[in-house]
Each structure stands twice: as structure tokens, then as C-alpha cells.
């Protein structure tokens, strides 16, 4: 019996089309790249209903013939590649040749374009494979592409598809890495009524970073621009030693293609190791630039992935790159070399041991209790009490405390986090949150991708105590915050709050903003304490739900046995 058959084509180009238009940022992606490449000054996107409703793109690129607009739907017609050779020095953002044809079998889709040649331009206008209409029309030099009613066809694709918000999220996040690798482009972005993003042309990476963040970020970076080897790396990165509590911030292009890669992302983040803050990571804006015969952009559908032929030589670069970054601005001895890895001494354990959950009430700051001495707490599933006993602090940073196991050493930040964010998580339940009102409203600006983090996320900030109100363009004023925060702190918050509460399920999102007011209130390493509040933290570190692992999932406490201490004396063991 026959078992393999051949695929209709009708079949076949949807599942092609599938490989490369996933969701509305895809088709985004594939028609701005085609408008980059035809070397446009201006690109508009309107987009509605996250873009499933429509996605316009307008640029004043070169246009197109009648005769090329024709052949642009059929599958791998392409004006960039003509030979095999030309796929190993790949200079352009697009080049399968499958956008179109891919983007025009999954919806309804119109083409305006003319070259800016004596005579009308063109439009077509295409419903899933089918061919509904050309003829002449009026357009200036340029291209427009209408894509409405994505995946109208594919309804088990669509019902994947998220909400309008987290598409239109993506597809924010997508445009902001374009304005930043393109200064000089004038770049806009409406939603419905709504304008989300406005960059008129700019001089250069400074300014146009100015336009989307703000002097603050500017403030808190430093200029890289280090060549080596025909590869050059340039942009902006974190001036130790600032930095952010994640990787939000860490945006690298090759070649302008805005990539994820972990040669770029690991040498950066090693480059940086033991120069930030505790538990922050660099931001950075990096640029690089390798001759197009070194780096394979054709190993992932979407071209977000890159492979380099000398990835050894790459990540060096970067390291020096940040090292040459900091020795002009600081001053700091330069290193030729360093290790893509490292081990550590493995013998300490991380403390794991359930404890019954328990919130106690009052303040959610941290305050010192009447009693000075915490006593005995009972561990989980035994009614005794063990001794845990406080000795003392080491580096300004961590508690020695000792048990009748031996000694514990806790990171004190992040039991802090940790017991903040269990009492946070309680008041949060009872929507009981006490708030300050500002006499003056605090203003600020947001992102672009930001503003559409407050869209969707404006409920759950103002159950927490944040009250959030829009003063025009992306400019807002917070009005209330929970009261424990200073005015700083609560607009540093809300910043980083926004960051968080982007992606993900609703219970993930809650989570992640408790873990980071927790962050921004508990006491920070560096801070020396009394004992009186050494004792205490501890105390109410081991009644919380999980002593072993603050809200963000980093250790607290590390325990070094008694046998352990013993062995490496040479004492012998009771």
C-alpha cells in the first residue's frame, strides 16, 4: 500500500510560509528588511490588532518595475543573490527571496510600488495564493505593502497567536533595534489612533539613544570602539560600576542584523565579571562589524542567529573591546587574555531545607524588633528547636551565623529579598498596599517598548500602589506609590517594573514585580548592620516559605559542614 505521497502546493507554501512568517513581528521584520535593503530614508508601520488586523508598511525606497513587481510573489525570486557564490558574502538585511510569496499565502494582501519612472506605478493585490488584481495606480518612488487578516487561512495558527498587546510588544522591541542600528532613518510606528514610536533622523548611536532612553541611560554608559584583526566593535556599554538587575538591555548587530548569539552575549557579560555591582549585568548597545566572508547569517529561518568562522578571535574582541572602554575612561590595567570559562571550588552546598510558611504583620520595611535575641525556630517536620546562632558579619555583605551542623554563611541582600517578598506577597493578596501621594506629580518618560509594557500592565501596577498617568507623548507622571519606597527609588522602580512585566502569564508577571520591589527595598551588600538586625533577619529569613532561594532564584545561604571544616584541619572527625 502506498504510503508517501506528494504535498498539493497548496499545502506545501503554507507550510513554507510557516517556516518564516510565525506571528505579525515576522511580517514586520521581513517587509522592513525589504525596505532597508531598497534603500529607504523614511519607513512608516500602522499596524491594528497587534498586527493580526493589519500590518502596512509605506518606505520611499527605489521602488519597483511592473515587471519585477509581477515576479516578486513567485518563490525564491530575489534581487540579491544570483549565484552560489553570493551565499558566502551575504551584504544584505533579506535574501530567501520568500517574504513576499510567504507573507501573501498566509493573508490578503495589497502592493503599491513605483521606481520613480515616467509612467504609473503598480498594484496588486493577492487573497492567500490567489492572484486577484494588477493594474496601474498613482504612487510616489517607493513601496507600500498591506498585509490584513494574517493567518485567515490557517485558523490552528492563529489561535495561537497571543494577545494584541504581547504581538504588538514584539514587534516594538523589533523596531527598536532597527532605529538603533539605523540613526539616520526616519522611523514610525502607530497603533490604531495611538503613535508609538517617532524617530526623526539623527547623527549618530548617541543621539539616537538619547531619543529612545533618555540622558539617564547615557549617563550610566561608556563608548566602545576597538579594532582588531579586520573586526571592529563599537557602541555603547555599561561605565562600571553600574549596570541592570537583567539582560534587557543587551542588544548586538552584526553587520547592522540585529542577532542573538552566546559568543557575543557570554564574552560581554565575562568581560564585565567582578567590575558591577552584585547581581547586576551590563547593558550594552555593540556593533559589530566582520567581513561578510567570516559570518554564515543563513543558519536560522528568521536570520536572527549568526555563526562566526573564528569565534575564538570574536569573543577575545570583546573582551579587550570593554577593556579598552574602561582604560579610557579609567585608567585600569589592561589584560591580553581571558579564559571563555572558569571553574570554582565546589565544596560549599547551597542550604535547602522546606520551612512552613508564615507571614507575620506590620510593615513591609525592614525594621529592627524590640527583642534582641531570635531564640530557637523549628525546622520542617520536627518539633525541636536547633540553635542557630549569629557570630557575626563578613565583607559588609554576609551573615556567619552557626547551627548545630555547622557554619551557615547567608548573603544578606538576598535573604532580605526573600523575607520582603513573602511580606509583600501577602499584602498583595489582601490588596492592602499603603501608598504615599505625590504633592508633585514625579515625571518621567518611557520607552517605546515600555509604553506598551504600561498598557497592558497598568491594572496590575496600580493593585500594587503605583498610579501611573499619562501626560502626552511618552511622557507620565506617577502620582502614587507604595509607601515603601523613597520618590527615587519608586520612579527607578517603576522603570525596572516595566521591563519585568512585558512577557509571560499574568501569575508570572506578578511574581516578577514582587521580586522586584523586593529587590529595590531590601538592605544591600555593603551595608554593615548591627547584630541586633543580623539576628533578626536571619530569624525571619528561616520562617519564610523557601530560605534556600531568593524570589529571583539565586542562593542565600551556604552551609559549610562541620565535618567539612574538621577534614580540611586534620582534626579528627566526633
Known sequence: MKRISVLPPEISQKIAAGEVIERPVSVVKELVENSLDAGATEIDVDLLAGGKKLIRVRDDGHGMSREDAEICFVRHSTSKIAREEDLLEISTL??????????????????????GAEGPGTEIEREGEAALSVKDAAAPRGTTVEARDLFFNLPARLKFLRGDQAELGQIVKYLTNVALAYPGLRLTLDHGPRNILDCPPVAGLKERLFQLYGKSLLDKLMEIDYEEDGNRLHGFASLPPMGKTDRTHQFFFVNLRPVHDK????ALNQAYRGILEKDLSPEAFLFLSVPYGEVDVNVHPAKSEVRFSRSSAIFQLVLRSVTHGRLRVGGIKEVTSVSAGSSEAGWPEPLERGIPFKVDEGKARFELPDFAVPGEVPSAGSAEKPARRVLGQFADAYIVAEDAEGLLVVDQHNAHERVLFDKYAEIDRRRKWPVKMSLIPLLFDLTPSQVVSLESGQEMLQ????????????????????DVFQPEEALEAVHELLDEIKDGPAEDKKA????????????????????EKMEFLVQELFKT????????????????????IEKGLRRPVN
Open 545 to 564: 516559605a523557601n530560605p534556600a532561594l531568593c524570589p529571583h532564584g539565586r542562593p542565600i545561604v551556604v552551609r559549610i559542614a562541620k565535618s567539612q
Open 463 to 482: 493593585e500594587s500602589g503605583f498610579r501611573v498617568e499619562a501626560m502626552g507623548g511618552r511622557s507620565y507622571a506617577l502620582r502614587e506609590y507604595p
Open 94 to 115: 533579506g535574501f530567501r527571496g520568500e517574504a513576499l510569496p510567504s507573507i501573501s499565502s498566509v493573508s490578503r494582501l495589497t502592493l503599491r510600488t513605483s521606481d
Open 263 to 266: 559568543i557575543l552575549s557570554s
Open 512 to 531: 516578577r514585580l514582587l521580586a522586584t520591589m523586593a529587590c529595590k527595598t531590601a538592605i544591600k551588600a555593603g551595608q554593615p548592620l548591627p547584630r
